[in-house]
């Protein structure tokens, strides 16, 4: 079995990892399991929502569908925590655990609070787990127009809004870069993976391809571990993703200085956007970033609808579907 | 002649069924010294235990794992089986990992049934709270645990005086009544 559809399976309770054992679809196509406490089973594959018999079919029909008891979901939470919710306090306040293979589970029950904050998370009833699946290539034909003569990686910023795909674009541009080609030197890359989305890290080792010459920082806010590497691992090439606050800005600027290239992903409709938020608005402005590429998912997820340099020209235009991953077809 | 064959043959059934008596008596103690040897190296389990979340931060099967890495004998093999089960991804809790596995460890074992009941407990315990909480709930269970081990330790010399006599006593009162 592909390691990462075992770990998956690894988090199902026996009722449930029986049905998605049964299940007659392609794994790779599995984008996300919902698991709410009565309530039917559903998958979303290839883009559709379906709802899980019992025996493992996809329906429309609710009616039919497998649906999720209370022990399913205390089963499934024992094994995502390996047994240990007491080792996932600080992600259980984020609401979100990643497991080995790079799968991210998303929870939802009763918030504890303490104070102002949240002490931890109790009764959890919902669950989303999403599959990660890498798309390798689907850098390709962006990254010639990342690169200057030198071949080095631009400072780069990726605008995307939620679901598109730009952590995944990013991924795959870090292992490109990483690993180098017969016309391009690899360089040395390191991430600063404050949600471990990047490298989907499995007790500090990747589950996800980021090339043979990347450094990970796991679950260290992207701020300070900009910094840290820097100071440590002296990158060439420095990736985080979903900028935003002023901390960020700083540490951009600081990494930037040093000679480091960066390549950053953030939340955003248009390059207009982004410029109507204060703290990115001042990174237009300071010109930090000589590229943007711009995502969205009018045809399917991971389309590329153009790319602009530092001052918002557009050097290149979504035509036709070109520039959608050929992976997810 | 058959009189006197007879009387040396309940003589000699006598000698056996006093020292056969007797031995019992002794392995009765012996288990009762085997109950406080078992309580201590299972108190030990339950403070590295505690260690290995409070301080290492280690997830339950790795704690187990690590622990059992140093222990020994059938505690060491009732931990590795333990880790081993959670690590295979069967799908199980680990309230039915931690049963079964101690049920069959309470077949060899000099446990008594209130100790092998506050045991059992710490399966619905183990992993499930925040760390404060983890850590507070084996602090509790040691407690009791603790005093159990005092009582008996208090109580070990009074009981194996009494399982050596007891076995020797009634040994020899059969042996009167057979005669």
């Not at chain 1, 990013?170 to 391009?184: K, Y």
């Not at chain 2, 645990?145 to 009074?158: A, I, N, Q, V």
């Amino acid at each position: 079995m592909d390691v990462k559809k075992e770990a998956f399976m690894k988090c199902l309770g026996s009722t449930v990892r029986k049905i998605m054992e049964g299940i007659q679809v392609d794994f790779c196509g599995i984008q996300e399991i919902r698991m709410r406490v009565h309530t039917p089973l559903f998958i979303r594959y290839r883009g559709r929502e379906y709802a899980v018999t019992e025996t493992g079919g996809l329906t429309g029909d609710i009616g039919t569908a497998y649906r999720i008891t209370r022990q399913d979901i205390k089963e499934a939470v024992e094994l995502i925590s390996n047994y240990s919710m007491y080792a996932y306090e600080e992600e259980l306040r984020q609401g979100y655990i990643t497991i080995a293979g790079g799968h991210r589970i998303g929870m939802a029950g009763k918030i504890i609070m303490d104070g102002r904050h949240i002490k931890t998370m109790r009764y959890i009833s919902f669950l989303n787990i999403r599959l990660s699946h890498e798309v390798k290539g689907c850098a390709t034909d962006v990254l010639p127009y990342l690169l200057d003569e030198k071949s080095r990686i631009y400072h780069t910023m990726i605008i995307s809004p939620p679901g598109c795909g730009k952590t995944t674009l990013l991924r795959d541009m870090i292992r490109q870069l990483s690993n180098g080609s017969c016309e391009r030197e690899g360089v040395t890359v390191g991430v600063a993976d404050e949600r471990s989305e990047i490298g989907a890290c499995y007790k500090g080792e990747p589950q996800n391809d980021l090339g043979i010459r990347t450094d990970v920082l796991d679950g260290c806010p992207k701020a300070q571990g900009m910094m840290m590497l820097i100071r440590t691992m002296a990158p060439q090439v420095i990736a985080v993703d979903e900028i935003g606050n002023r901390e960020d800005l700083e540490a951009m600027e600081y990494a930037i200085n040093c000679g480091c290239r960066l390549i950053a992903t953030v939340h955003g409709d248009s390059f207009q956007d982004i410029q109507d938020k204060p703290v990115l608005k001042s990174m237009v402005e300071k010109q930090l970033f000589d590229r943007f590429v711009l995502l969205n998912n009018r045809k399917k997820p991971g389309c590329v609808s153009s790319i602009m340099d530092g001052l918002g020209k557009v050097i290149w235009q979504q035509e036709g579907r070109r520039s959608c991953w050929k992976d997810l077809d | 002649m058959l009189e006197g064959f007879g009387l040396i043959m309940r003589i000699m059934g006598s000698i056996c069924l006093v020292g056969g008596m007797a031995l019992g008596g002794i392995l009765t103690a012996d288990r009762f010294r085997g109950r406080l040897e078992e309580m201590s190296g299972i108190s030990r389990i339950f403070l590295m235990l505690r260690g290995e979340v409070e301080y290492h931060g280690l997830v339950l099967p790795e704690a187990i794992r690590s622990v059992g890495e140093r222990m020994e004998g059938s505690l060491q093999e009732l931990l590795m089986e333990i880790a081993g089960k959670m690590e295979d991804g069967s799908g199980q809790t680990f309230g039915v990992i931690w049963r079964s596995e101690l049920n069959d460890y309470f077949a060899y074992s000099n446990l008594n049934k209130e100790d092998k009941k506050l045991l059992l407990s710490m399966g619905n315990h183990l992993g499930y709270l925040d760390k404060r909480m983890q850590t507070a709930s084996i602090d509790l269970f040691l407690e009791e645990w603790k005093t159990e081990m005092e009582d008996s330790r208090k109580r070990l010399p009074g009981q194996c005086r009494i399982a050596s006599c007891l076995g020797i006593v009634s040994g020899l009162l059969l042996a009167v009544i057979m005669i």
